[in-house]
């Protein structure tokens, strides 16, 4: 098959795209590079199976494909603050032209939705049925409330237009390739850690996120795309940890003598999420398959060997001195 990957130069969407060039089919990768970058496709480069575009579905396109796995769009707080109207064009105008670019070549898409989209839910765990606790005039409303509206239009474009379309609901994924700088709990605590500095944890820490290993999501991405319902799904590792259980896992797994520092929680984070899957065990016959462990040990190893890259001299565990004062 052709199958186009929007922010495919992505964190999810540079592992879905190994996947999929590994399967044998014809990828076009669509990104403007936002949060994206060419290193995460770089072995993909000059291979004839694989197109690179570097393109702002906020502007039409037309192109030929199968199938569209839509991901286009910044995914972490920083990013996706840093210009609010954009990541709702983004999620709005760019989705309206995905859906169709859809229609018009008859292909299928997949939606990458947000667990965003319950907000801070008062329902637990979260049930695709559940209709969400949203602020829509918050200030990652220009995320939450952009995905809720893609998803809107894409059932509006399912319901008047027979667009064939798959809507997944992503909870967290961490995994290689994530940024560093992103602002990203896992992404903050791995980088501190190596960094030999505290790891920061806002509130008291009881906040509670799942973790799912990005090789688990995109296999949950490529059988629901390849499944005969439409969603939605929730994707995710129903495992619920505390944040301050996460830093002190990498904690241990990184350097032990390191420090937890305390810091007030910023507007609208989510006190609890943790994922229902029951329709993607019973429609996909999918679940997460790699322990928190394992998939943090894989995630720090890649960090490691980045910051070693670009010229840091990350301490040995032990040695460091820790400059940042403790506040608890
Ligand atoms: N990572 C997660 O935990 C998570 C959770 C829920 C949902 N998702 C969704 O999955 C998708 C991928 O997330 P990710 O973690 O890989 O994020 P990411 O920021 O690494 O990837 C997004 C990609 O989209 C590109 N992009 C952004 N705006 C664009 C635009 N206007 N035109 C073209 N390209 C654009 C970026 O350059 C980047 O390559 C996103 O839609 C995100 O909302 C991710």
């Given at each position: 098959m052709r199958i186009l990957v929007t922010?495919?130069?992505?964190?999810?969407?540079?592992?879905?795209?190994?996947?999929?060039m590994g399967e044998g089919h014809e990828v076009i990768c669509l990104d403007n590079f936002y949060t994206g970058h060419k290193q995460n496709i770089l072995k993909w480069m000059g291979?004839?199976?694989?197109?690179?575009?570097?393109?702002?579905?906020t502007e039409p396109i037309r192109l030929e494909a199968d199938q569209i796995y839509h991901l286009a769009c910044p995914a972490s707080p920083i990013h996706y603050q840093y210009n609010p109207v954009k990541t709702i064009k983004t999620n709005v105008?760019?989705?309206?032209?995905?859906?169709?670019?859809?229609?018009?070549?008859?292909?299928?898409?997949l939606l990458a939705s947000t667990s965003e989209v319950y907000g801070d839910p008062e329902l637990h765990?979260?049930?695709?049925?559940?209709w969400?606790?949203?602020?829509?005039?918050?200030?990652?409303?220009?995320?939450?409330?952009?995905?809720?509206?893609?998803e809107t239009l894409s059932f509006d474009y399912h319901r008047q237009n027979n667009v064939d379309i798959r809507v997944a609901r992503i909870f967290n994924t961490y995994g290689p390739r994530m940024l560093e700088n992103d602002g990203r709990v896992v992404s903050n605590f791995v980088v501190q850690a190596l960094q030999g500095k505290a790891l920061t944890v806002y509130g008291e820490g009881s906040q509670t996120r799942s973790f799912c290993y990005v090789s688990d999501l995109v296999d949950g991405l490529i059988r629901l795309m390849n499944g005969n319902h439409i969603g939605p799904v929730n994707l995710g590792n129903p495992d619920e940890y505390t944040i301050l259980e996460l830093a002190q896992t990498i904690q241990a797994m990184v350097n032990p003598h390191l420090e937890v520092?305390?810091?007030?929680?910023?507007?609208?984070?989510?006190?609890?999420?943790?994922?229902?899957?029951t329709r993607a065990r019973t429609w996909l016959g999918w679940e997460p398959t790699i322990p928190l462990k394992q998939g943090?040990?894989?995630t720090i190893s890649d960090f490691?060997?980045?910051?070693?890259?670009?010229?840091?001299?990350l301490p040995t565990p032990g040695t460091e001195t820790l400059a940042t004062p403790v506040v608890s």
């Open positions: 922010g495919g130069a992505g964190f999810i969407g540079s592992h879905l795209i190994d996947r999929l291979n004839p199976y694989f197109e690179l575009i570097r393109h702002d579905i105008i760019g989705t309206l032209h995905m859906l169709g670019l859809a229609k018009r070549i008859k292909a299928r898409i765990p979260q049930q695709e049925d559940y969400g606790n949203v602020n829509p005039i918050g200030i990652r409303s220009c995320y939450d409330e952009g995905k809720r509206v893609a520092q305390f810091k007030p929680l910023p507007q609208d984070d989510p006190r609890r999420r943790q994922p229902d899957i943090l040990d894989l490691r060997a980045r910051l070693l890259a670009e010229g840091n001299d």
